[in-house]
């Protein structure tokens, strides 16, 4: 029997693609990929170590996991430090973010049990 959340988890990913998604161009260096994301949001929450809960907000890029290809043809992990552009749809203004570890969680997750698409955290970049 074929797993019928998966057969649905894939079907609403490509509805997500097809209907919430803008066109970005993930970098790393040299290497680009253009590939289209879902714009988030999260919020974190960690100690300062002197009583004080200080919050960080990133925004956050959703996308099938296959489609971060660059030169190969196998998908590659984001990492720390990459670049995400998009063109702002209302104003046309070239929008920059940068790959971040907030809190001390990790640059990206999964953001489903079959891991066909994850989240990438990041910060405007300067």
């Given amino acids: 029997m074929s797993d019928l959340f998966a057969k649905g988890n894939a079907w609403l990913t490509g509805q997500c693609q097809q209907s919430l998604s803008r066109a970005v161009t993930y970098q790393r260096g040299e290497a680009s990929a253009s590939l289209l994301a879902m714009v988030t949001k999260s919020t974190y929450e ?3 170590g002197n009583g004080l809960v200080v919050l960080t907000k990133t925004r956050d890029y959703v996308f099938p996991a296959s489609s971060l290809v660059f030169a190969s043809d196998d998908p590659v992990a984001p990492q720390e430090g990459d670049r995400i552009v998009e063109v702002d ?3 046309e203004a070239v929008l920059t973010f940068e790959v971040v570890c907030p809190a001390g969680q990790p640059a990206w997750n999964y953001c489903d049990t079959s891991r066909l698409q994850i989240r990438v955290h990041c910060k ?3």
């Fill in 89 to 91: 749809p209302d104003t």
């Fill in 124 to 126: 405007e970049a300067a």
């Fill in 46 to 48: 960690e100690d300062d």
